[in-house]
């Protein structure tokens, strides 16, 4: 099993290069989408500071269904173009949210989320999920960590496609 140092003075962009590598690593040669999209959860959790949720929202019969994650229960059935995860799903565009009470129509999964970032999944380009972000702090995520989950979100596709 991959295991990571966890180095804290890395950068941003070396964390999310650390990141992607483990997350490559975690996945090589498993086809289960499953098991692959909880193991990428339980990274995410390990690796980010300051989050309160980390998972997946999978793209099943034109909505979006909750998938493996780290945090409280959330939502399970999430229409397009509803919240910040519908959003993303619908427009296949990132969604950096600093404050999630001023996004219209987000959807309050977890009453500490106080920030969100939602990046699509892509294969063959389809959205075929999304990877959604919250933290209790207030602005937690930049374009840095947005350009970085895109990054993560590439690489892993393929290993996450049902
Ligand atoms: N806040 C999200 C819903 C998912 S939870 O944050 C886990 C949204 O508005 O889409």
């Known amino acids: 099993m991959y295991h990571f140092a966890g180095d804290s003075t890395l950068t941003k962009p070396e964390l999310y290069r650390e990141l992607t590598a483990s997350a490559e690593a975690l996945v090589a040669g498993e086809r289960d989408s499953v098991a692959?999209?909880?193991?990428?959860?339980?990274?995410?959790?390990?690796?980010l500071p300051d989050l309160n949720w980390a998972g997946f929202y999978r793209v099943v019969a034109g909505e979006l269904v909750l998938g493996p994650f780290q945090g409280k229960a959330a939502c399970i059935r999430i229409p397009f173009g509803q919240g910040v995860c519908g959003a993303a799903a619908a427009s296949g565009a990132v969604q950096l949210v600093a404050d999630v009470h001023a996004f219209p129509g987000h959807i309050a999964c977890d009453a500490d989320s106080r920030s969100e970032l939602v990046v699509p999944v892509l294969h063959h380009g389809v959205v075929i999920a999304v990877i959604d972000l919250d933290s209790p702090t207030l602005a937690r995520f930049d374009a840095e960590d947005a350009a970085g989950i895109a990054q993560l979100a590439k690489a892993i596709a393929a290993a996450i496609a049902g």
């Open 36 to 47: 692959n999209m909880a193991n990428l959860a339980a990274l995410l959790w390990q690796l």
